[in-house]
């Protein structure tokens, strides 16, 4: 029985409370959290022990989860990971390039897990395609949400575009070339929303939109490629692929069309989504690597690499924007 801790069980540690809870070959020990009233609720309603010393804590578990605001994440994982705990650390990984970098040594001399939260990666919607044979040339991204102080700590970039950084980085097979970016801070002292072209060495160009003061909730990825286009609904849950038609297409809607080279057939699929339980998946994904010794889903690497360009994006911003 794997024994876990949680630092850190505000908005979404809750949720990570209650999917450990469903997990098999693992048992909650306790958590720490500095904040009485998080600390009090989780007492009464989990019944769960609460540690008011840290090394206490890490002392008794074979897992940290580290679920704290984006600025606390390496004091902890350090500690953590000094006393050669796994960790499943939110994400962005670490605050700065620096922690980013020196975690990586850390866990590079330990013998632990490390696995990164970017959550998207087991999004139902984006496990139905995500063993295609992608190759996208051309990405368009929206991700847009109504504004919550919670989160602000740090920019829109490093809250909310690094988990679209972190699926197109595990797409596209190839360095960054060029960074465009431009952002404006309207409601905190950071950037709240962006727009940013990310160019590859391979030709592929993705264009991200990100947004933390919008009216409406949009989470949406549209892959182009030579022989397809995928659009990828992370909110709702949808997934579809229009396509020219291949033998193997027997079951999906098709239609022709008259093009200067002749006839063509294209077809549309809109695969069925499981309903899963992406937190879950994401933890469980990280105990099973842990017990089979296998790599974890979502490494320190990846999560260092999409921290790494969200700190490109925002130098970019910083220096061709105005800020106010
Ligand atoms: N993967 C996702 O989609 C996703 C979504 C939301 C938040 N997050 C990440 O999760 C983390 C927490 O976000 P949240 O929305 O739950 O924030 P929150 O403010 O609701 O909760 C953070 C909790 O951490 C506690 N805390 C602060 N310092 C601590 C410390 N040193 N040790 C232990 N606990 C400490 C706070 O008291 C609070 O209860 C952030 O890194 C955020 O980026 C990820």
């Given at each position: 029985m794997l024994k876990v801790g949680v630092f850190g069980v505000g908005h979404l540690g809750k949720f990570h409370l209650n999917n450990w809870k469903e997990i098999a070959g693992v048992k909650l020990v306790g958590f720490f959290d500095p904040n009485n009233d998080n600390a009090k609720e989780v007492v009464e309603k989990y019944g769960l022990k609460r540690y008011m010393d840290e090394e206490k804590l890490m002392d008794a578990c074979d897992i940290i989860d580290v679920i704290t605001p984006?600025?606390?994440?390496f004091d902890i994982c350090m500690q953590a990971i000094r006393k050669g705990k796994h960790v499943f650390v939110e994400k962005?990984?670490?605050?700065?390039i620096q922690e980013g970098r020196a975690l990586m040594d850390l866990v590079r001399e330990a013998n632990v897990k490390v696995q990164v939260g970017h959550v998207e990666r087991f999004n139902p919607a984006y496990l139905a395609v995500k063993d295609l044979n992608l190759n996208p040339m051309f990405i368009e991204v929206h991700r847009l949400a109504q504004f919550n102080?919670?989160?602000?700590?740090?920019?829109v970039i490093l809250d909310l575009m690094i988990h679209d950084i972190d699926i197109i980085l595990s797409l596209v097979k190839s360095d960054v070339k060029s960074i465009v970016a431009s952002g404006v801070a309207v409601m905190t002292e950071t950037p709240d929303i962006a727009n940013v072209r990310i160019e590859f060495n391979n030709g592929c160009v993705a264009n991200l939109t990100s947004s933390r003061i919008s009216m409406k909730k949009m989470r949406k990825m549209r892959l182009f490629q030579k022989d397809a286009y995928i659009g990828v609904d992370f909110l709702e849950k949808k997934t579809e692929i229009i396509k020219l038609?291949?033998?193997?297409?027997?079951d999906v809607f098709s239609f022709d069309i008259d093009t200067p080279n002749g006839k063509k057939t294209i077809a549309i699929a809109t695969p069925t989504i499981e309903p899963l339980n992406a937190i879950k998946l994401e933890l469980e994904s990280f105990v099973d690597a842990i017990v089979n010794n296998k790599p974890t889903a979502v490494s320190e690497i990846d999560g260092f690499l999409a921290m790494e360009v969200a700190h490109q994006i925002l130098e970019k911003i910083s220096s061709t924007s105005i800020l106010v």
């Open positions: 984006t600025n606390q994440h962005p990984i670490t605050n700065t102080p919670r989160g602000t700590e740090v920019s038609k291949q033998p193997e297409d027997q």
